[in-house]
Nanobody, 124 residues
């Protein structure tokens, strides 16, 4: 049973915008929150942003602070990542996952139920 599904990736020019969507299942909706990570070719997966289902607390990596926003729709069990002013360095596969641990939101080890990922490519 698929728990998390990402969508919205694509090809965009530098300076452009994209919005990624993450559909959560009932199981992942019972988690503390949802996070976005990304992995560029030859690099380790890194934290991008996260949001809690209750209260809507938000967390961002320094590299995207001020350019990316994260939002949620509890009724639809959806999480969104709005990415603005994209640069080629943002090119990566973006993953959504459920935060099921007790630790910090920027650690991938606190997440389960990873999606398959969606490719974001930013051309210069």
């Amino acid at each position: 049973q698929v728990q998390v599904v990402e969508s919205g990736g694509g090809l965009v020019q530098a300076g452009g915008s994209l919005r990624l969507s993450c559909a959560a299942s009932a199981r992942t909706f019972s988690s503390y929150g949802m996070g976005w990570f990304r992995q560029a070719p030859g690099k380790e997966r890194e934290f991008v942003a996260a949001i809690t289902w209750i209260g809507g607390s938000k967390y961002f990596a320094g590299s995207v602070q001020g350019r990316f926003t994260i939002s949620k729709d509890n009724a639809k069990k959806m999480v969104y990542l709005q990415m603005n002013n994209l640069t080629p360095e943002d090119t990566a596969v973006y993953y959504c996952a459920a935060h099921t641990g007790r630790g910090t939101f920027d650690s991938e080890y606190e997440y389960n139920y990873w999606g398959q990922g969606t490719q974001v490519t930013v051309s210069s």
